[in-house]
Structures are given as structure tokens and as C-alpha cells.
């Protein structure tokens, strides 16, 4: 069974840095496009980031210059590196995984960014 388990989340103050983590189990396969969403308290969750098998990656105009998405395929691992956080990127951040249109959620993980 895959699962994606997030982490690297908690509190920091506005202009530090954060780096999400996300692993997956169970996994016999190389996913197709993983991205990080995200999902503030009386909003829809979004796309923050998203990065294909090969390595291209997208970005959310809201988190360009300030996050790096990144993945290593051999481990199954995902990351999100966000600098200069501000209190709006404050939200439950998840991990997706697609392969072949079976896509694959974890938790989520809070990231809280005071003033």
C-alpha cells in the first residue's frame, strides 16, 4: 500500500526558512508528477509546487524566488524548501503523487508563520 508521509512542518517566524519533507512507502515505482499543495483555513487547497519524473518543476506565482521543490526518485523522496516565509504561507501543506491517474495524498504537515 503507498503512503506519503510529510514532515519538516512547525512554527517559524516571518522571513525564515522551512524544509518539507515527504517519503513515500510501498512504493515499486517511480512517480510521474509530485507537487506540494497547500490549504489555509477557509480556503481551497492549492498547487504550491510541482516537479515532474524528469525534473521540470512549476511554481505558484505566490512562492516564486522563494521555494524550491525538489525530489530524489532512487529514495522516493519529495522536498519543498521555502525561504522568506511570510504569515500567508501559513497553511497545511500536503504532498501528492501521481502515476498514471492514481494519485496519492499524505497527512499534511502545518506550517505556521508568525509576524
Known amino acids: 500500500q503507498v503512503q506519503l508521509v510529510e514532515s519538516g512542518g512547525g512554527v517559524v517566524q516571518a522571513g525564515g526558512s522551512l524544509r518539507l519533507s515527504c517519503e513515500a512507502s510501498g512504493v515499486f515505482f517511480t512517480f510521474n508528477t509530485m507537487g506540494w499543495y497547500r490549504q489555509a483555513p477557509g480556503k481551497q487547497r492549492e498547487l504550491v509546487a510541482a516537479?515532474?519524473?524528469?525534473?521540470?518543476?512549476n511554481y505558484a506565482d505566490s512562492v516564486k524566488g522563494r521555494g524550491t521543490i525538489s525530489r530524489d526518485n532512487a529514495k522516493n523522496m519529495m522536498y519543498l524548501q521555502m525561504n522568506s516565509l511570510k504569515p500567508e504561507d501559513t497553511a497545511v501543506y500536503y504532498c501528492?503523487?501521481?502515476?498514471?491517474?492514481?494519485?496519492?495524498w499524505g497527512q499534511g504537515t502545518q506550517v505556521t508563520v508568525s509576524s
Open positions: 501528492n503523487a501521481d502515476f498514471y491517474g492514481n494519485n496519492y
Open positions: 516537479i515532474t519524473r524528469g525534473g521540470t518543476t
